[in-house]
């Protein structure tokens, strides 16, 4: 049982999303608790992932595919917890791109920088309308959303997000954290946001500090 | 930073910069040969005399002038080698000359240096030779040494003691800048005699070599002529340097102020191949200006169209060629000057083809040592030196299948083929060097830490103890010899 843990974990660390779903299926298979396939594998292997990114060791393209396999482990894994089962995390987030903006990098890094750090993110994706980021808050009953924009165009967006989830009565509850090349400290205090981050390192101290959870 | 410990990294490149044309080249030669002949170029050096004389030169022993008529020349040219080796303390440190390759080395002869200590400027001594001696044995910009500064706490026989101190801290070909007269390097022919063991191995692999410079125009230095020949005789290789400067001591054109520095270096080649016929010699032009206001000496005006021409012309007469580089005027370590005015430096003299170059890491005209500043000049050279790769074109590296397996709109991190080469096919600038918080560090900060690092934990071998122990008598021997 702990040698499939562990071989759930390395999969996870070695960047192999086919490995990471088979030995998901096989593991299902055995009769393994998934929650704990999750929690003892794929959390351990994408906490390591993130611990040899943090020192220098890995190099982004190891921390997505790591972030894949994980995600492939996840799609196996979570649809067979057993009754009330919920794998813990720090703190549900939204993530996307603002609507006319298709750039998808950014959000991606700081999606598989929240995962590594044990938020469940629930990205939806780029060129997303204000309505699409507060639906899918509700939906997950998200602490954070995160929105993205590269372009001075498409940054005010942003702005509109923050009016939106007001709107919809999810603020304050609902933190928002906004990011992107054009975007600074200064205009996301002017939009109304909870907070900016510079990079994708620098964005899971900030969501950290939203939900209120010990770094 | 690239990769540095113990290698060289030289700059290898399939492509040629063509500067002159075969007719300018040939023009260039004939107005050469017509100095020589019309002209003549003096030697005040009994010896050197002597030698023109016995091969029937054109001798006025009372100016000291010679003209060498050009059969002479030619004939006495056609034993200079084309390519050979320098050789090293570490035989894995031989330089090979060839076509499409070219060395570089440290910059010199600084007599200043910015204390790191203190912040302060002084007079260089020879613990900073063997500091930045070390420094060089460490970096792989580096594939040989120069004496970066004057050891001017060991008087008249400091070029001996900045070998000695070289050797101590560094396994690479030396080449000495300052090491002139016959008594001296006598001393140094014996001292890379005990080093390689015979005479006959120095000769196969000579771990030493020398600049010799002329004085413009058109007069050789004794002190110099006569060491360079003792030097010829044991088969060390000479640089033949002129550095005119244009509009005081040259021809205020380009054209003139190279011939006429080509006649000083053919001049002293010719001597060197009369004496002993296939000595190695490099050549090298090193031209400035007068500022026709000042007369300051101006190493980087804006016109500098041909300040690689001279590498064809050695290479028409069938030489090897040092191209100089990084002589900034700035005194500052960083400023925009400091880096402005040699950036394209590395680039043109590799792809004008000069087999060797100097020089990295002074300041204030060749004058100044800031230790740190060989590191910042090392991240120009690797630019160039990068730059100047040839691609790889081939179906691995082109990724077709890669880019259909992402498609439009996606991104490649999530790709192996993205895995295997992001990390090692960016290359790292003195600029994108990261802190432990992923933050680009201040560079010069990191090249002062690198500095610090370098001498706390390079150590290379020094020669061993029974060869240590020669050396040191034929110092001592030297020090009572020719100390005044």
Same mark, same amino acid.
């Given at each position: 049982?702990?040698?499939?843990? +562990? =071989?759930?974990?390395?999969?996870?660390?070695?960047?192999?999303?086919?490995?990471?779903?088979?030995?998901?299926?096989?593991?299902?298979?055995?009769?393994?608790?998934?929650?704990?396939?999750?929690?003892?594998? %794929?959390? =351990?292997?994408?906490?390591?992932?993130?611990?040899?990114?943090?020192?220098?060791?890995?190099?982004?393209?190891?921390?997505?595919?790591?972030? @894949?396999?994980? =995600? +492939?482990?996840?799609?196996?894994?979570?649809?067979?917890?057993?009754?009330?089962?919920?794998?813990?995390?720090?703190?549900?987030?939204?993530?996307?791109?603002?609507?006319?903006? %298709?750039?998808? &990098?950014?959000?991606?890094?700081?999606?598989?920088? %929240?995962?590594?750090?044990?938020?469940?993110?629930?990205? &939806?994706?780029?060129?997303?309308?204000?309505?699409?980021?507060?639906? #899918? /808050? =509700?939906?997950?009953?998200?602490?954070?959303?995160? /929105?993205?924009?590269?372009?001075?165009?498409?940054?005010?967006?942003?702005?509109?997000?923050?009016?939106?989830?007001?709107?919809?009565?999810?603020?304050?509850?609902?933190?928002?954290?906004?990011?992107?090349?054009?975007?600074?400290?200064?205009? #996301?205090?002017?939009?109304?946001?909870?907070?900016?981050?510079?990079?994708?390192?620098?964005?899971?101290?900030?969501?950290?500090?939203?939900?209120?959870?010990?770094? | 930073?690239?990769?540095?410990?113990?290698?060289?990294?030289? &700059?290898?490149?399939?492509?040629?910069?063509? %500067?002159?044309?075969?007719?300018?080249? *040939?023009?260039?030669?004939?107005?050469?040969?017509?100095?020589?002949? *019309?002209?003549?170029?003096?030697?005040?050096?009994?010896?050197?005399?002597?030698?023109?004389?016995?091969?029937?030169?054109?001798?006025?022993?009372?100016?000291?002038?010679?003209?060498?008529?050009?059969?002479?020349?030619?004939?006495?040219?056609?034993?200079?080698?084309?390519?050979?080796? !320098?050789?090293?303390?570490?035989?894995?440190?031989? !330089?090979?000359?060839?076509?499409?390759?070219?060395?570089?080395?440290?910059?010199?002869?600084?007599?200043?240096?910015?204390?790191?200590?203190?912040?302060?400027?002084?007079?260089?001594?020879?613990?900073?030779?063997?500091?930045?001696?070390?420094?060089?044995?460490?970096?792989?910009?580096?594939?040989?040494?120069?004496?970066?500064?004057?050891?001017?706490?060991?008087?008249?026989?400091?070029?001996?003691?900045?070998?000695?101190?070289?050797?101590?801290? *560094?396994?690479?070909?030396?080449?000495?800048?300052?090491?002139?007269?016959?008594?001296?390097?006598?001393?140094?022919?014996?001292? #890379?005699?005990?080093?390689?063991?015979?005479?006959?191995?120095?000769?196969?692999?000579?771990?030493?070599?020398?600049?010799?410079?002329?004085?413009?125009?058109?007069?050789?230095?004794?002190?110099?002529?006569?060491? /360079?020949?003792?030097?010829? +005789?044991?088969?060390?290789?000479?640089?033949?340097?002129?550095?005119?400067?244009?509009?005081?001591?040259?021809?205020?054109?380009?054209?003139?102020?190279?011939?006429?520095?080509?006649?000083?270096?053919?001049?002293?080649?010719?001597?060197?191949?009369?004496?002993?016929?296939?000595?190695?010699?490099?050549?090298? &032009?090193?031209?400035?200006?007068?500022?026709?206001?000042? /007369?300051?000496?101006?190493?980087?005006?804006?016109?500098?169209?041909?300040?690689?021409?001279?590498?064809?012309?050695?290479?028409?007469?069938?030489?090897?060629?040092?191209?100089?580089?990084?002589?900034?005027?700035?005194?500052?370590?960083?400023?925009?000057?400091?880096?402005?005015?040699?950036?394209?430096?590395?680039?043109?003299?590799?792809?004008?083809?000069?087999?060797?170059?100097?020089?990295?890491?002074?300041?204030?005209?060749?004058?100044?040592?800031?230790?740190?500043?060989?590191?910042?000049?090392? @991240?120009?050279?690797?630019?160039?030196?990068?730059?100047?790769?040839?691609?790889?074109?081939?179906?691995?590296?082109?990724?077709?299948?890669?880019?259909?397996?992402?498609?439009?709109?996606?991104?490649?991190?999530?790709?192996?083929?993205?895995?295997?080469?992001?990390?090692?096919?960016?290359?790292?600038?003195?600029?994108?060097?990261?802190?432990?918080?992923?933050?680009?560090?201040?560079?010069?900060?990191?090249?002062?830490?690198?500095?610090?690092?370098?001498?706390? *934990?390079?150590?290379?071998?020094?020669?061993?103890?029974?060869?240590?122990?020669?050396?040191?008598?034929?110092?001592?021997?030297? @020090?009572?010899?020719?100390?005044?």
């Amino acid at each position: 049982m702990t040698d499939m843990f +562990e =071989k759930l974990a390395q999969s996870v660390i070695d960047g192999e999303p086919d490995d990471t779903s088979t030995l998901a299926k096989e593991a299902l298979e055995q009769g393994l608790d998934p929650l704990k396939c999750i929690t003892e594998g %794929l959390t =351990k292997g994408i906490q390591k992932v993130g611990e040899l990114f943090a020192s220098g060791d890995y190099f982004l393209p190891e921390l997505i595919i790591g972030a @894949d396999a994980m =995600k +492939e482990g996840l799609e196996i894994l979570e649809p067979a917890l057993l009754g009330e089962q919920k794998r813990e995390v720090v703190a549900q987030v939204v993530l996307g791109t603002v609507e006319g903006d %298709l750039h998808e &990098i950014g959000k991606t890094l700081v999606g598989t920088m %929240l995962t590594a750090n044990g938020f469940q993110v629930k990205d &939806i994706g780029v060129d997303q309308p204000a309505s699409a980021f507060v639906d #899918a /808050a =509700k939906e997950v009953d998200a602490t954070i959303v995160g /929105a993205s924009a590269l372009l001075t165009t498409t940054m005010l967006q942003q702005e509109k997000l923050v009016q939106a989830l007001e709107e919809a009565g999810l603020k304050p509850k609902v933190k928002v954290m906004v990011g992107g090349a054009p975007v600074t400290e200064t205009y #996301a205090k002017k939009i109304g946001a909870d907070g900016y981050a510079e990079d994708a390192i620098s964005a899971v101290d900030l969501a950290f500090r939203l939900a209120d959870a010990p770094a | 930073m690239s990769s540095e410990r113990q290698i060289i990294e030289p &700059i290898r490149t399939p492509y040629k910069l063509s %500067l002159l044309g075969n007719d300018q080249l *040939n023009d260039l030669q004939e107005a050469t040969l017509t100095i020589l002949e *019309n002209t003549g170029v003096q030697f005040p050096s009994e010896k050197a005399l002597a030698i023109f004389s016995e091969r029937s030169a054109d001798v006025d022993h009372e100016s000291q002038v010679v003209k060498i008529p050009r059969e002479l020349v030619f004939k006495a040219m056609s034993t200079v080698p084309r390519y050979f080796t !320098l050789g090293a303390r570490n035989p894995e440190f031989d !330089l090979k000359l060839q076509d499409g390759v070219t060395y570089f080395t440290n910059d010199g002869c600084g007599h200043e240096v910015v204390d790191s200590v203190t912040g302060q400027r002084r007079a260089s001594r020879q613990s900073d030779v063997g500091m930045m001696a070390r420094i060089n044995d460490y970096l792989s910009s580096m594939a040989f040494s120069w004496t970066m500064v004057s050891a001017q706490d060991r008087g008249v026989t400091s070029p001996l003691h900045e070998m000695d101190v070289t050797w101590r801290n *560094n396994t690479k070909h030396y080449q000495s800048v300052t090491m002139m007269g016959e008594k001296l390097c006598r001393y140094g022919v014996e001292m #890379a005699t005990v080093l390689r063991g015979s005479l006959e191995e120095v000769r196969k692999r000579p771990p030493i070599s020398l600049i010799v410079c002329t004085i413009a125009p058109l007069v050789q230095d004794k002190e110099a002529i006569e060491g /360079a020949l003792v030097l010829g +005789e044991a088969g060390i290789p000479i640089v033949v340097m002129s550095m005119p400067t244009m509009g005081t001591t040259a021809p205020a054109t380009y054209a003139g102020a190279l011939a006429m520095a080509d006649a000083e270096i053919i001049s002293a080649t010719v001597l060197m191949q009369l004496a002993n016929p296939g000595a190695p010699v490099f050549h090298s &032009i090193l031209h400035a200006w007068a500022d026709p206001r000042t /007369a300051a000496y101006v190493g980087y005006a804006l016109d500098a169209r041909v300040r690689y021409a001279p590498v064809e012309m050695a290479h028409h007469w069938g030489m090897p060629a040092l191209g100089g580089a990084f002589g900034t005027e700035s005194p500052e370590l960083n400023s925009w000057q400091s880096a402005a005015e040699v950036t394209t430096d590395p680039l043109l003299v590799s792809l004008a083809g000069a087999e060797i170059v100097t020089g990295l890491g002074l300041r204030n005209t060749y004058t100044l040592l800031y230790p740190e500043a060989i590191i910042l000049d090392s @991240d120009i050279y690797h630019r160039a030196r990068h730059s100047l790769l040839e691609m790889d074109v081939s179906p691995e590296t082109l990724a077709v299948d890669v880019v259909e397996s992402v498609k439009p709109g996606g991104h490649f991190l999530s790709q192996k083929h993205t895995r295997k080469y992001m990390r090692t096919a960016m290359k790292r600038t003195i600029l994108q060097q990261l802190d432990s918080a992923g933050q680009y560090r201040d560079p010069v900060e990191y090249a002062r830490e690198k500095v610090a690092w370098i001498l706390a *934990n390079h150590h290379p071998e020094s020669p061993p103890a029974d060869v240590q122990k020669e050396i040191n008598q034929i110092l001592a021997t030297a @020090d009572k010899e020719l100390k005044v």
